[in-house]
């Protein structure tokens, strides 16, 4: 079982890209969950989000303790919170920065510059970016995670855009 | 024969879930008010009701207490009614729930499980629920997205049943399945529709043929033999559950039962509970029969009727018991505790409880090592 947690300030997307691994996942023909961790809901706030992709039917429903991929949407939030907290052994913490912040010093983390690369692909949001990366280290397949962003993106995003975007993100982890 | 399912399955939060099976069935009236985490469901089902899925209409009222109401009177009226809140929702509603049991409204509620306040919290335990224990109302409790609205897909079946007229809850926890997604799969519209029927009530209000007077008065004359018929009616409901669980069952290829038995077989040491942890549970319970611990749990999925003899039977060969509840009772026991003690009144088998899960502090599989092993407090998680 790969076991994801997202750290955003409400109204980035997170919720949305935690379940868009999921379809991914449902579409590689896996067991998949996505799930939300409010506190108030208000736009800004801190929130995470889950998801669960495992060969065997997903039957918990405790929050993510010790995830594989741990994904962040914000940089500023590891100054306020432990992000790798409970951080698998062979776990990874990608970040949407150009540079990795001094919190994560001793960390195995890796920079993704998803702002930038949505940006040169005409979108305002870096989640799907964050999404390929997620999936790259999930290993999901590049297809099917583009299918799943299309299928539920489509109708607001440009197809290519969305599709080159989440491939950028995804060759990050190559 | 099972049937082929129309898409495979697809992911859906246990709030769309619930409204996509609200509008396969298609109810007449749909009075609500919103709340967390139950807006999810009104929300997809309202949009789904614009999208022509569903021909209901949708009373906005100005508060539970008005929801319930209005649900009772269109009930009554002839037709098929629903409605759906969670927490203090729910406990605005309490007094108008009574008289829907009361007056054998066969309404069907879906309801996010949700903590009261104070102090305010939006996310799950079953203290809402608790609340409204004795009202002579039915409650299901899922564990999953899928069983969520598998459980509505029934709902009105039992409730109409001519030998239960009484409302059905179909509860899910809060947040941790209204909002969790999950693989589902939805069963064929004309499915539903053939296996819900059309609604019917003896007497409605709107047959002008026959009149009848609804919310009566009873005094010393009547009162107590007009409650006394609720008993009778929850004892009728357990084989009526069974039945439509048994008949949805053979539709969807899907176990269904008042109790689920999970490595009951030889088990020792058995948790009884109800709701999405018990799928961390399962999880559980396997590793330590891995390890060769006599462990099981069993499910509790009708709440109301509380169905003691079947789990009296279903925990024959356990020594001892380990009761969790998720919500308290300040100055007594909670609920299940209480119930499962004269469930076993008489057996040697020991009892233990513990309350969990109080405003979304979610079970972890540490926890439930720790409880089968006897080293968890009785209330678990509580920080110093």
């Not at chain 1, 990874?92 to 994560?104: F, G, I, M, R, S």
């Not at chain 1, 999404?131 to 290993?139: H, T």
């Amino acid at each position: 079982m790969k076991e994801v947690r997202w750290h955003a300030r409400a109204g980035q997307g997170a919720k949305t890209v935690s379940q868009l691994l999921a379809e991914a996942g449902l579409l590689a023909g896996s067991s998949v969950q996505a799930f939300p961790e409010y506190g108030p809901e208000r736009r800004g706030a801190p929130m995470r989000a889950y998801t669960r992709i495992s060969d065997k039917t997903i039957r918990r429903h405790d929050p993510v303790a010790a995830p594989d991929i741990v994904i962040v949407l914000e940089p500023t939030l590891v100054n306020e919170m432990n992000v790798a907290e409970g951080l698998s052994k062979d776990g990874v913490v990608l970040v949407d920065t150009n540079e990795l912040p001094d919190a994560l010093k001793g960390v195995k983390a890796l920079a993704i510059p998803a702002t930038k690369i949505a940006h040169n692909h005409g979108l305002k949001f870096s989640n799907v970016v964050m999404l390929g990366a997620a999936a790259a280290a999930g290993g999901i397949p590049l297809a099917n995670i583009q299918d799943a962003a299309v299928k539920k993106l489509g109708k607001r995003l440009d197809a290519d855009s969305l599709r080159g975007a989440i491939a950028e993100g995804y060759a990050c982890l190559a | 024969m099972p049937v082929k399912t129309q898409e495979g399955a697809q992911l859906l939060t246990g709030g769309d879930a619930v409204a996509n099976a609200m509008a396969q069935i298609d109810p007449d009236v749909f009075p609500v008010y919103p709340i967390t985490p139950q807006t999810p469901i009104i929300q997809t089902f309202a949009k789904l009701v614009a999208n022509g899925k569903a021909s209901t209409e949708i009373v906005n009222v100005e508060s539970e207490h008005s929801a319930m109401s209005a649900t009772i009177g269109s009930a009554l009226a002839g037709a098929r009614s629903m409605t759906a809140t969670s927490s203090q929702g729910l406990a605005l509603m309490a007094e108008v729930v009574y008289i829907a049991a009361g007056m054998r409204a066969p309404i069907v509620m879906a309801v996010g499980n949700r903590a009261l306040s104070a102090p305010l919290n939006i996310h799950c335990d079953h203290s809402d629920s608790m609340m409204i224990r004795d009202s002579g109302v039915i409650q299901l409790f899922a564990e999953s997205v899928q069983e969520a609205y598998d459980l509505m897909v029934m709902a009105p079946r039992i409730a109409e049943h001519p030998d239960v007229m009484l409302p059905v809850l179909v509860c899910q926890d809060g947040f941790t399945l209204t909002h969790s997604e999950e693989p589902l799969e939805l069963t064929p519209d004309e499915v539903v529709k053939d296996f819900v029927g059309e609604y019917h009530v003896p007497l409605p209000l709107l047959d002008v043929e026959n009149v009848t007077t609804k919310g009566i008065f009873a005094l010393q004359d009547y009162y107590t033999e007009l409650r006394y018929a609720m008993n009778a009616a929850m004892e009728k409901a357990v084989p009526v559950i069974e039945e439509v669980f048994g008949e949805y069952s053979k539709i969807v290829d899907r176990p269904f039962g008042i109790l689920e038995e999970y490595e009951i077989e030889g088990a020792e040491r058995v948790i009884f509970l109800m709701g999405s942890t018990a799928g961390t549970i399962k999880d559980v319970v396997d590793e330590l029969r891995a390890k060769g611990e006599k462990v099981g749990l069993l499910r509790l999925v009708s709440y109301r009727p509380f169905p003691a003899e079947q789990i009296r039977k279903a925990l024959a060969g356990a020594t001892e018991v380990i009761v969790l509840d998720r919500s308290d009772a300040p100055g007594s026991v909670p609920s299940l505790h209480s119930e499962m003690a004269a469930a076993l009144y008489g057996s040697s088998a020991k009892l233990r409880a513990h309350v969990f899960g109080l405003g979304g502090r979610e079970l972890v599989p540490d926890e439930a090592r720790a409880i089968f092993a006897g080293e968890a407090p009785t209330h678990i998680a509580l920080r110093s």
